[in-house]
């Protein structure tokens, strides 16, 4: 059990990448006020949390709706997180990420020039694009759905994955709060350093995936 929260800890926390969507937030967040960065992280982790805990629980049933087995779920979950991956290690997703916050502040810029007292809900970017698809993303949504799977009707095992993922949830709580200095600390060469090792290891694991749904597949 402990080796399955490790596991499962860090896998978390390579998909949902809070290192790499931390420069991201400080720059859709940069001059705002203290409290309302802490009132978009909160947010957006609490929906996020929402939106992986609703896949946790109706995954297995909606397989089953579909007529989808749990191997031909694992391959394509591993195909998903090793395309993941191969963006990771090639800086896709920061290219993405950043695409992403630029729209927004334009289409939002577009509304402040239109609407000069507009409300603040316009300045939200907790459900779009942090929670989806920052951190409730395809790739968490795939590994969150595989594992509780992976260890159906095992109500302890399902327990520790709930744990993990809230567990990274929580940490990327902290590094959203602190992302400013973290990035100023580290510099963006170190980084992207490490999102593309992380991304390696993530590559290694989803083919592992890959490999097992097809094994179980074909006996």
């Known amino acids: 059990?402990?080796?399955?929260?490790?596991?499962?800890?860090?896998?978390?926390?390579?998909?949902?990448?809070p290192l790499g969507i931390a420069p991201i937030f400080a720059v859709m967040t940069e001059g705002a006020s203290a409290q309302f960065k802490r009132n978009m992280i909160l947010k957006a982790?609490?929906?996020?949390?929402i939106i992986l805990l609703l896949f946790a629980f109706i995954g297995n049933a909606l397989l089953q709706a579909l007529g989808i087995s749990l191997?031909?779920?694992?391959?394509?979950?591993?195909?998903?997180?090793?395309?993941?991956?191969?963006?990771?290690?090639?800086?896709?997703r920061s290219e993405r990420r950043a695409k992403t916050s630029q729209e927004f502040s334009h289409e939002?810029?577009?509304?402040?020039?239109?609407?000069?007292?507009?409300?603040h809900e316009f300045d939200d970017i907790s459900i779009f694009?942090?929670?989806?698809?920052?951190?409730?993303g395809p790739g968490s949504i795939a590994y969150i759905m595989l594992l509780m799977?992976?260890?159906?009707?095992?109500i302890h095992a399902q327990s520790i994955v709930i744990a993990s993922m809230l567990a990274v949830l929580l940490a990327t709580i902290f590094?959203?709060?602190?992302?400013?200095?973290?990035?100023?600390?580290?510099?963006?060469?170190?980084a992207n350093a490490i999102t593309r090792i992380l991304g390696v290891l993530l590559a290694a694991l989803a083919t592992q995936y890959v490999f097992d749904g097809i094994k179980g597949a074909f006996g």
Request: proline letters at 3%; glycine letters at 6%; charged letters at 15%.
């Open 149 to 154: 799977s992976h260890n159906s009707g095992e």
């Open 175 to 190: 590094v959203l709060l602190a992302a400013t200095k973290i990035i100023d600390w580290l510099g963006q060469t170190v």
């Open 45 to 49: 982790t609490l929906t996020g949390a």
């Open 1 to 17: 059990m402990y080796e399955l929260f490790i596991s499962s800890f860090v896998t978390f926390f390579v998909v949902i990448d």
């Open 71 to 92: 191997n031909a779920f694992k391959t394509a979950g591993g195909v998903l997180l090793f395309l993941i991956a191969l963006d990771m290690v090639f800086e896709k």
């Open 108 to 119: 939002h810029t577009q509304v402040s020039e239109s609407k000069p007292n507009i409300d």
């Open 129 to 136: 694009p942090m929670a989806i698809p920052f951190l409730a």
